[in-house]
């Protein structure tokens, strides 16, 4: 028989922070309001993709592309709602709009999905989140994570690794035996995908997925890298949610990006809430978890603040 | 030699949460019985993958999910429908007679 873990959702239920049919009904999920909310989100992809075509001959072609990597980069946010199965009601419809991302950023969807139960699991402990991002000790840590170079590096050797046929120790740790053949065939595809895709802009001597594609996700990382740092970073490495997250209020555009997922401790707390009702679940907890009201700024200063303190701790000031 | 399941009351029927899932604590057992369009079923109500309560889970139709992970399991007959659930969960043989749930235990 398993044994019953206490969750926080467990704990917020027990407490009366929330009750039962106030869960019920956070948790409905819609194809329609996805569905609504995925083709406007195919509109802003759009318009984004035009602008870096009307820039193409000149120098705007950089910021254009910036802009349009800060939406492209954003796929992870739609992803990592797909990887709960709260964008859609329709499970396959998560499992397929989930991989298509995926492809977009270079991540597996079915290998983000293990490693995301492990995160959800152990949030903010060392050692067991495998997402678990360190908060840095120095300015140069800091700009370097920021740079998304560590990022990127590590996403390469992972993937290759898995096409390899291999996994690491950590790895090995949250997917299940019967699972590893997949994990390397999601890499192989991919890889072969990516592959395909330059034989045929050599064949065709069109390169516009270097500056369409490739070009603005490189540039529009470190603004992702920006943003996840703001989830944990900088908060206690402990497993109280109320502690180890940090809830951004940030406006409306941002929101629209990141699927509402600046409602980070709110998520925590109960995953299987979808992103639309999360705004509703923040008016229910905001008392009881970390809101930084100042946003990703906010949060940034705060990071700062710690990594100074860290340096003056350190030089025995 | 085995001993030879008998049907046990485990709550009144008007009890049970329409179109939900509702827990029951059944003795030393803690249950999740779950009012479908085909029927009801009964489950262990804890995961098999994460030991959470899925009596907190998302439930649509027939596929219960952990409200942890979102793993999903067919309540009909236990088996695993999405990751990172792989084990089939236990699940009862479940009626209704005389206003009372009852399961084969």
């Known amino acids: 028989m398993s044994q019953q873990i206490v969750t926080p959702l467990t704990q917020a239920l027990a407490e009366g922070k929330l009750s039962r049919e106030e869960l019920k009904e956070l ?126 590096r590590n996403k390469f050797v992972e993937i290759f690794r898995h096409a390899r046929g291999q996994l690491n120790d950590v790895e090995r740790k949250f997917i299940p035996k019967e699972e590893y053949a997949s994990v390397y065939r999601d890499a192989r595809l991919m890889l072969s995908v990516y592959a395909l895709l330059f034989v045929g802009m050599a064949v065709t001597g069109w390169w516009g997925l270097i500056w369409l594609w490739i070009i603005p996700v490189i540039m529009g990382e470190p603004v992702m890298r920006f943003i996840r740092m703001t989830e944990h970073v900088g908060r206690p490495t402990v497993a109280q949610m109320h502690e180890n997250t940090r809830t951004n209020i940030v406006s409306m555009p941002w929101r629209f990006l990141c699927w509402n997922m600046n409602y980070h401790a709110e998520h925590h707390y109960v995953a299987s809430v979808p992103y639309h009702t999360l705004p509703k679940l923040h008016e229910k907890l905001k008392d009881h978890i970390h809101v930084e009201k100042y946003g990703y700024v906010g949060a940034h200063v705060d990071i700062i603040r710690h990594i100074r303190s860290q340096k003056t701790a350190a030089e025995g000031v | 030699m085995a001993r030879e399941k008998i049907w046990k009351d485990i709550l009144p029927v008007e009890k049970l949460e329409e179109k939900w899932v509702t827990r029951v604590d059944f003795g030393a057992r803690k249950l999740a019985v779950y009012d479908t369009p085909s029927g009801i079923y009964t489950s262990m109500a804890l995961c098999n993958h994460g030991g959470v309560d899925l009596c907190d889970g998302y439930f649509d139709g027939h596929v219960i999910e952990c409200p942890l992970h979102q793993g999903a399991f067919d309540v009909r007959d236990g088996r695993p429908v999405g990751a990172p659930a792989t084990r089939p969960m236990m699940t009862f043989q479940t009626r209704v007679h005389e206003g009372m749930v009852q399961i084969k235990a």
């Not at chain 1, 609504?36 to 950089?62: E, H």
């Not at chain 1, 910021?63 to 990887?83: D, K, N, R, T």
């Not at chain 1, 079915?110 to 490693?115: G, H, N, V």
Request: hydrophobic residues 45%; neutral net charge; contains cysteine.
């Open chain 1, 27 to 152: 948790m409905q999920r819609s194809d329609a309001i996805s569905l609504r909310r995925l083709g406007v989100w195919v509109l802003v992809l759009i318009a984004t993709t035009t602008i870096v075509v009307l820039a193409w001959n000149s120098w705007l072609i950089w910021p254009a592309m910036f802009i349009h990597g800060i939406v492209l980069v954003h796929h992870f946010s739609l992803q990592h709602e797909c990887v709960h199965y709260t964008v859609f009601r329709t499970r396959w419809l998560n499992d397929l709009v989930g991989q298509i991302c995926g492809y977009i950023i270079m991540l597996p969807h079915r290998f983000f999905r293990y490693e995301h139960c492990d995160h959800h699991t152990y949030t903010q402990i060392h050692g067991d989140d495998p997402e678990l991002i360190p908060a840095p000790k120095t300015y140069g840590e800091y700009l370097l994570y920021l740079s998304a170079i560590p990022y990127w």
